[in-house]
């Protein structure tokens, strides 16, 4: 009795002397983490009248769910909305905090994005301004908040009207940014500003895009607190590699409270690889810890083998309570190969050993409005460069440096990206806050995507070196002052070959930096021995598509060729009343200057007048693939001197005509299509060069193949003219001609019929073909093309159906569609010959009877 009592006592003494201290929380975690994105509301700030709000989301979108502006895609609405960007707005919510946090010693409001000047307020006090779309915030705010209900207010300012301050007080104008639509924005005399705000540059228009200045909550924001340290980063250095094992260095940086003994250890998947003990010093440090992987599985690029991934986890142990950072990491050598040979220097890249011809495209963000952009989006534009045979992507720098989940599915599908820093198009400014900004957002975006095996390259800008050397931007800045050229310059200087190469040195100093696209070198303008190249001869220069295949550099890292999007994306913008490539609408939703124009001069080279509107989208995108057709083959047979293609450009913002393969609504273009067949790991290529009539073979694969070439003459009918095949043995990782005869063998002796026949070519491996590919003597408007009839069977597959389609005649440019319904064709905008059968499948979730209700098929004589 008397033990019990002795107890009791004990344990209210206890308990009252707990009751007078600080509560350590009781869970045996260092950090915990809320998220802020429910229950906003939204406000002009001059007006009182609040509004539901989306978080993450953008002013626009919320204005749109509000029933307050119409969609700004639709017809010219965007016209009307220019005024938005001009006001401040701001956004409010309440968010509970209890003991939990209260007691930690550390909380931190944390955003990952604000676009773009924002003043963030906690129960009325300000407690930070930010000043970059693509900065992460971080503030401690444990002194402001109370126990129970909080209120977090943030106050947006007007970009333009920022950017306008800055502006006038510049005294002089910095040359470029002729994409910023000012005029179209309604500006103040038009002044071009946003080369003053670090926000993503085509928000203020570009040459396929709006003028929709954004600004809001754009990414997660969240609440966190810990106690004792916590890790604030943590990289995989990759040391050494071989067969039998990889070794790495684990760096934890870790910010700590004081003095104190701490554990480290890394695991792979729940084993644990290497643990230490270390002591932590009062502040923030890096921390390093060595580990191995036996046995290690390469990670590859698409096409070459496993992108195969290794899921670590860095473990913080503190006196018995812990804290994890994951992540992933590809096992890889990867370089960019620069040295002297006889043409110039070389610009590829070596993956695990083995140069790699660079198949892709440029990418741009899937939408003006970034947090509509939805984890299926950026599935389905991944999937479609990998099922496309795409092995790199290109992060253009006037975008937004990706969501993770970008850089993650890159991961998985073995896609390198070529990132750039978001500098585009323009000089820019360099007072030492704007160089102090930019530093700060280069290690941000640095070491938040160092860790990912696709990242393959970090270039300084996009064509700013070339525009100041041949655009006529120099003429612009001496015309205002015999000093002002040296300044311009001085802050490309200071930006590109200082900053930006510093931070890439300092955290990521196993990846090259490449100081512009295109260049041959650090501030050595582009040429086409020593670098890459954008090459825009065609369409602004108007050459023909034949340059494509001879304008070579050894590295093509741009061009393109524009198309409208189908008929049923018109639709969704468009009435029929726009029906006309120089209506008001087709007009607005076209920025190139010479667009519609362009699109019109080369078609008519090729093919007649299309009868009516539907027709010429349709013509106009078998157009834009057969142009690029002959870039990307011609690049691919220029290997080894030429080692990449990457077209202008995969996706779209909103729905406009473009120079994108698919679009908005992420539909595949032919050019899709084209791209598919173009960049296959085994590739035959039909085609003229001077006197010469050749068929080239290449072989990306690692490895050779024992192949058979098949060629032959077929007349429209079916009726084969001349054929021979020959057995080959195609070198690893090769390109060559295999068939090469006097160009007059075929001009001369089937003159006549030229116009009425097509070369086929195809490379075979066991009976299987790898390749087929078509070449016609003659533009389309001189081909005697009779109407074939094309007939189908259409039968229930696991996923949609099958349709298997024959011909009497020659079909030119099959174009299958199922009307507003969704779904997708393995095939389309193909040539079918007679005595060929060609089976498509159909992904789609429609029935039977709404198929036959909806199906159409058309050839390419229907359009005229």
Known sequence: MRSTLKVTVLAAIVLLLASSCKQVPQDSNLMVIKEINTDWTFKQADKNEWMPAQVPGTVHTDLMAAGKIEDPFYRLNELDQQWIDKVDWEYKTTFTVDDNYLDRDNIALHFKGLDTYADVFVNGEKVLSADNMFREWQVNVKEQLTEGENELRILFRSPIIEGLKKYNANGFVYPGAENDQAERGQVEDAKKVS???????????????????????????????????????????????????????????????????????????????????????EGKAKYQLDFEIANPQLWWTNGLGEAHLYSLSGNLEVGGRKENKNTRIGIRTLELVREKDEEGTSFYFKLNGHPV?????????????????????????????????????????????????????????????????MFACAMFPNDDDFLENIKHEAIDNVKRLRNHPSIAL???????????????????????????????????????????????????????????????????????????????????????????????????????????????????????????IYSEVMKSHQRSSIGNGTIEYYMLKEYRQPKDFESFLYVNHVLQADGIKFGLEGHRRAMPY?????????????????????????????????????FSQVLVSPYEEDIKFKVGIVNDRLEPVRAELRMRLVDFNGKVIWEEASLLDLPANSSDDYFDVNRNEFRFKYRKMLNEMVFVAEVLENGKVLSHNKYYFEPFKNLKIKKPTVEYTIQKSENGFDITLTTDKLAKNVYLQIGEEEGFFSDNYFDLLPNEKISVNLKTGISEEKLNEVFTLRTLDDAF
């Open 458 to 580: 970090w270039c300084g800008n996009n064509e700013i070196l070339t525009a100041w050397n041949t655009w006529g931007w120099k003429a612009q800045a001496e015309k205002q002052g015999a000093d002002v050229p040296e300044k311009v310059w001085q802050a490309y200087v200071d930006i590109f070959h200082k900053t930006l190469p510093d931070v890439v040195t300092e955290h990521d100093p196993q990846r090259s930096y490449w100081g512009s696209s295109p260049s041959s070198g650090l501030g050595i303008q582009a040429d086409l021995v020593n670098g890459d190249e954008h090459y825009w001869g065609v369409w602004w220069g108007k050459e023909p598509f034949s340059t494509y295949a001879t304008h070579l550099a050894r590295f093509m890292s741009e061009y393109g060729f524009q198309s409208f999007p189908e008929i049923s994306t018109v639709r969704k913008y468009a009435v029929p009343e726009d029906y006309d």
């Open 642 to 678: 030429c080692m990449g293609s990457l077209y202008w450009q995969i996706n779209d913002c909103w729905p406009v005509a473009s120079w994108s393969s698919t679009d908005y609504y992420q539909k595949w273009k032919a050019l899709q299509y084209s791209v598919k067949k173009g």
């Open 357 to 421: 011809f660079m198949k892709g495209a440029n990418y741009i963000p899937n939408d003006v409005f970034l947090p509509r952009v939805s984890n299926e989006n950026y599935k389905t534009v991944v999937e479609t460069a990998k099922n496309s045979n795409n092995n790199m992507l290109r992060v253009w720098g006037g975008g937004i440096y990706e969501e993770d989940i970008f850089y993650d599915l890159c991961d998985e599908n073995g896609i390198l990206v070529w990132q750039d820093f």
């Open 195 to 281: 080369i003053y705000t670090r926000k993503a540059g085509y928000h203020f228009g570009w040459d396929w895009g709006p003028r929709l200045v954004t600004s809001g909550i754009w990414r997660p924001v969240y609440l966190k607190a810990w106690d004792k340290a916590t890790i604030k980063d943590l990289q995989i250095v990759q040391n050494e590699v071989s067969d039998e094992k990889a070794t790495f260095t684990a760096v934890f940086e870790i910010a700590s409270n004081k003095k104190r003994k701490a554990t480290l250890a890394i695991a792979n998947e729940g084993t644990t690889l290497a643990t230490q003990t270390v002591t932590l010093i």
